[in-house]
T-cell receptor
Protein backbone atom coordinates (compact mmCIF):
# COMPACT_ATOMS: atom_id res chain seq x y z
CA UNK A 1 0.00 0.00 0.00
CA UNK A 2 1.14 3.53 -0.70
CA UNK A 3 1.15 5.87 2.27
CA UNK A 4 2.86 8.91 3.75
CA UNK A 5 3.60 9.33 7.44
CA UNK A 6 4.75 12.44 9.25
CA UNK A 7 6.10 11.23 12.52
CA UNK A 8 5.52 14.34 14.61
CA UNK A 9 2.20 16.17 14.80
CA UNK A 10 3.73 19.11 16.67
CA UNK A 11 7.30 20.37 16.97
CA UNK A 12 8.10 23.28 19.32
CA UNK A 13 11.50 24.94 19.00
CA UNK A 14 13.19 28.14 20.10
CA UNK A 15 14.16 30.84 17.65
CA UNK A 16 17.56 30.31 15.97
CA UNK A 17 17.58 26.60 16.89
CA UNK A 18 17.82 23.90 14.18
CA UNK A 19 14.78 21.84 13.31
CA UNK A 20 14.02 18.58 11.52
CA UNK A 21 10.54 17.54 10.43
CA UNK A 22 10.31 13.87 9.61
CA UNK A 23 8.51 12.20 6.71
CA UNK A 24 8.44 8.55 5.71
CA UNK A 25 6.60 6.91 2.87
CA UNK A 26 5.67 3.41 1.78
CA UNK A 27 5.72 2.55 -1.91
CA UNK A 28 6.41 -0.23 -4.40
CA UNK A 29 6.77 2.26 -7.28
CA UNK A 30 8.96 5.23 -7.96
CA UNK A 31 8.07 8.51 -6.28
CA UNK A 32 8.40 12.25 -6.49
CA UNK A 33 8.57 14.04 -3.15
CA UNK A 34 7.48 17.47 -1.98
CA UNK A 35 7.25 19.64 1.10
CA UNK A 36 4.57 22.30 1.38
CA UNK A 37 3.93 24.95 4.04
CA UNK A 38 0.55 26.31 5.05
CA UNK A 39 0.07 29.51 7.01
CA UNK A 40 -3.26 30.12 8.79
CA UNK A 41 -6.18 30.70 6.43
CA UNK A 42 -4.03 30.24 3.36
CA UNK A 43 -3.37 27.63 0.71
CA UNK A 44 -0.27 25.49 0.40
CA UNK A 45 3.05 26.93 -0.73
CA UNK A 46 5.69 24.69 -2.27
CA UNK A 47 8.90 24.70 -0.23
CA UNK A 48 10.96 22.21 -2.22
CA UNK A 49 10.78 19.11 -4.40
CA UNK A 50 12.74 15.99 -5.27
CA UNK A 51 12.20 14.62 -8.76
CA UNK A 52 15.58 13.08 -9.57
CA UNK A 53 19.30 13.71 -9.26
CA UNK A 54 20.98 14.90 -6.10
CA UNK A 55 19.32 13.53 -3.00
CA UNK A 56 19.90 16.77 -1.11
CA UNK A 57 17.52 19.45 -2.30
CA UNK A 58 17.35 23.06 -1.28
CA UNK A 59 14.21 25.11 -1.18
CA UNK A 60 12.93 28.51 -0.28
CA UNK A 61 13.37 30.26 3.06
CA UNK A 62 16.54 28.31 3.91
CA UNK A 63 14.89 24.88 4.06
CA UNK A 64 16.48 21.72 2.69
CA UNK A 65 15.54 18.06 2.57
CA UNK A 66 17.31 14.79 1.92
CA UNK A 67 15.86 11.86 0.04
CA UNK A 68 16.90 8.52 1.50
CA UNK A 69 15.66 5.74 -0.75
CA UNK A 70 16.75 2.86 1.47
CA UNK A 71 14.93 4.32 4.47
CA UNK A 72 12.08 5.70 2.34
CA UNK A 73 12.39 9.04 4.06
CA UNK A 74 12.37 12.68 3.05
CA UNK A 75 13.11 14.73 6.16
CA UNK A 76 12.93 18.52 6.11
CA UNK A 77 15.61 20.56 7.89
CA UNK A 78 16.48 24.14 8.64
CA UNK A 79 19.67 25.08 10.52
CA UNK A 80 18.22 28.15 12.24
CA UNK A 81 14.50 28.89 12.48
CA UNK A 82 12.74 32.21 12.75
CA UNK A 83 9.47 33.20 14.36
CA UNK A 84 8.00 33.60 10.87
CA UNK A 85 8.57 29.86 10.20
CA UNK A 86 5.68 29.07 12.54
CA UNK A 87 3.21 27.23 10.30
CA UNK A 88 1.99 23.75 9.37
CA UNK A 89 4.22 21.70 7.10
CA UNK A 90 3.05 18.91 4.83
CA UNK A 91 5.04 16.17 3.17
CA UNK A 92 3.50 15.05 -0.14
CA UNK A 93 4.26 12.18 -2.49
CA UNK A 94 3.44 11.53 -6.13
CA UNK A 95 3.40 7.77 -6.72
CA UNK A 96 4.15 6.58 -10.26
CA UNK A 97 1.26 4.12 -10.43
CA UNK A 98 -0.26 4.86 -13.81
CA UNK A 99 -3.76 6.23 -14.15
CA UNK A 100 -4.55 6.12 -10.47
CA UNK A 101 -1.80 8.62 -9.81
CA UNK A 102 -2.70 11.26 -12.36
CA UNK A 103 -2.86 14.67 -10.72
CA UNK A 104 -2.80 13.15 -7.27
CA UNK A 105 -0.57 14.02 -4.37
CA UNK A 106 -0.81 11.94 -1.22
CA UNK A 107 -0.19 14.03 1.88
CA UNK A 108 1.02 13.27 5.36
CA UNK A 109 -1.05 14.45 8.30
CA UNK A 110 1.01 17.59 8.77
CA UNK A 111 3.44 18.87 11.39
CA UNK A 112 2.73 22.09 13.23
CA UNK A 113 6.01 23.90 13.78
CA UNK A 114 5.88 26.49 16.54
CA UNK A 115 8.89 28.76 16.97
CA UNK A 116 9.16 30.41 20.40
CA UNK A 117 11.17 33.59 21.08
CA UNK B 1 2.41 35.01 -13.72
CA UNK B 2 -0.74 35.23 -11.68
CA UNK B 3 -1.26 32.40 -9.24
CA UNK B 4 -4.15 30.01 -8.84
CA UNK B 5 -7.35 31.81 -7.91
CA UNK B 6 -10.41 30.38 -6.22
CA UNK B 7 -13.82 31.90 -5.75
CA UNK B 8 -15.56 32.43 -3.48
CA UNK B 9 -13.17 32.44 -0.54
CA UNK B 10 -15.86 31.82 2.04
CA UNK B 11 -19.26 30.22 1.76
CA UNK B 12 -22.01 29.32 4.22
CA UNK B 13 -24.66 26.86 3.10
CA UNK B 14 -27.47 24.89 4.68
CA UNK B 15 -27.75 21.09 4.76
CA UNK B 16 -29.41 19.77 1.62
CA UNK B 17 -28.33 22.67 -0.58
CA UNK B 18 -25.81 22.43 -3.37
CA UNK B 19 -22.71 24.52 -3.98
CA UNK B 20 -20.36 25.30 -6.86
CA UNK B 21 -16.76 26.34 -6.35
CA UNK B 22 -14.55 27.81 -9.04
CA UNK B 23 -10.83 27.55 -9.75
CA UNK B 24 -8.71 29.39 -12.31
CA UNK B 25 -5.29 27.76 -12.84
CA UNK B 26 -2.01 29.39 -13.62
CA UNK B 27 -1.89 30.46 -17.25
CA UNK B 28 -0.70 27.58 -19.42
CA UNK B 29 -1.47 24.89 -16.85
CA UNK B 30 -3.83 22.23 -18.14
CA UNK B 31 -4.13 20.00 -15.09
CA UNK B 32 -6.38 20.99 -12.19
CA UNK B 33 -6.71 18.89 -9.05
CA UNK B 34 -9.11 19.36 -6.15
CA UNK B 35 -8.54 18.49 -2.52
CA UNK B 36 -10.63 18.57 0.65
CA UNK B 37 -8.90 19.59 3.87
CA UNK B 38 -10.46 18.86 7.26
CA UNK B 39 -8.94 18.69 10.76
CA UNK B 40 -9.89 15.04 11.10
CA UNK B 41 -9.03 13.61 7.68
CA UNK B 42 -6.32 15.99 6.56
CA UNK B 43 -5.80 16.63 2.86
CA UNK B 44 -7.70 14.23 0.63
CA UNK B 45 -7.68 14.06 -3.16
CA UNK B 46 -11.05 14.58 -4.80
CA UNK B 47 -10.36 14.46 -8.55
CA UNK B 48 -8.18 15.73 -11.37
CA UNK B 49 -9.03 17.18 -14.74
CA UNK B 50 -6.77 17.50 -17.75
CA UNK B 51 -7.89 18.93 -21.08
CA UNK B 52 -11.55 18.86 -20.00
CA UNK B 53 -11.40 15.17 -19.05
CA UNK B 54 -11.55 13.70 -15.57
CA UNK B 55 -8.53 11.43 -15.41
CA UNK B 56 -8.51 10.45 -11.79
CA UNK B 57 -10.93 10.37 -8.88
CA UNK B 58 -10.55 9.88 -5.16
CA UNK B 59 -12.81 8.02 -2.77
CA UNK B 60 -15.65 10.48 -2.42
CA UNK B 61 -19.37 9.90 -2.98
CA UNK B 62 -21.05 10.85 -6.24
CA UNK B 63 -22.37 14.03 -4.65
CA UNK B 64 -18.95 15.48 -5.42
CA UNK B 65 -18.48 16.26 -9.09
CA UNK B 66 -16.47 18.57 -11.23
CA UNK B 67 -15.77 19.77 -14.70
CA UNK B 68 -13.14 21.64 -16.66
CA UNK B 69 -13.66 24.15 -19.41
CA UNK B 70 -11.66 24.68 -22.60
CA UNK B 71 -9.71 27.53 -20.95
CA UNK B 72 -8.68 25.07 -18.16
CA UNK B 73 -10.83 26.77 -15.53
CA UNK B 74 -12.49 24.21 -13.31
CA UNK B 75 -15.54 23.99 -11.12
CA UNK B 76 -16.51 21.50 -8.48
CA UNK B 77 -20.03 20.91 -7.32
CA UNK B 78 -21.31 19.34 -4.14
CA UNK B 79 -24.98 18.40 -4.09
CA UNK B 80 -27.16 17.62 -1.09
CA UNK B 81 -24.73 19.14 1.37
CA UNK B 82 -24.06 17.39 4.67
CA UNK B 83 -22.56 18.83 7.84
CA UNK B 84 -19.46 16.73 7.23
CA UNK B 85 -18.80 18.56 3.97
CA UNK B 86 -17.63 21.59 5.96
CA UNK B 87 -14.00 21.95 4.95
CA UNK B 88 -11.39 23.97 3.13
CA UNK B 89 -11.50 23.06 -0.55
CA UNK B 90 -8.23 23.58 -2.35
CA UNK B 91 -7.52 23.45 -6.02
CA UNK B 92 -4.08 23.07 -7.51
CA UNK B 93 -2.76 23.42 -11.02
CA UNK B 94 0.11 21.75 -12.76
CA UNK B 95 1.66 22.09 -16.17
CA UNK B 96 2.31 18.46 -16.92
CA UNK B 97 0.33 15.51 -18.09
CA UNK B 98 1.49 12.03 -17.19
CA UNK B 99 3.33 12.42 -13.92
CA UNK B 100 2.37 14.74 -11.12
CA UNK B 101 5.17 17.18 -10.81
CA UNK B 102 4.81 20.12 -8.49
CA UNK B 103 1.34 21.48 -7.97
CA UNK B 104 0.56 25.10 -7.21
CA UNK B 105 -2.29 25.72 -4.84
CA UNK B 106 -4.89 28.42 -4.59
CA UNK B 107 -5.94 30.04 -1.31
CA UNK B 108 -8.92 27.72 -0.94
CA UNK B 109 -12.65 28.09 -0.42
CA UNK B 110 -13.81 27.72 3.17
CA UNK B 111 -17.22 25.99 3.08
CA UNK B 112 -19.35 25.90 6.21
CA UNK B 113 -22.49 23.77 6.19
CA UNK B 114 -25.06 24.54 8.91
Amino acid sequence: AQSVTQLDSQVPVFEEAPVELRCNYSSSVSVYLFWYVQYPNQGLQLLLKYLSGSTLVKGINGFEAEFNKSQTSFHLRKPSVHISDTAEYFCAVSFNAGGTSYGKLTFGQGTILTVHP
Amino acid sequence: KAGVTQTPRYLIKTRGQQVTLSCSPISGHRSVSWYQQTPGQGLQFLFEYFSETQRNKGNFPGRFSGRQFSNSRSEMNVSTLELGDSALYLCASSSTGIRTYEQYFGPGTRLTVT
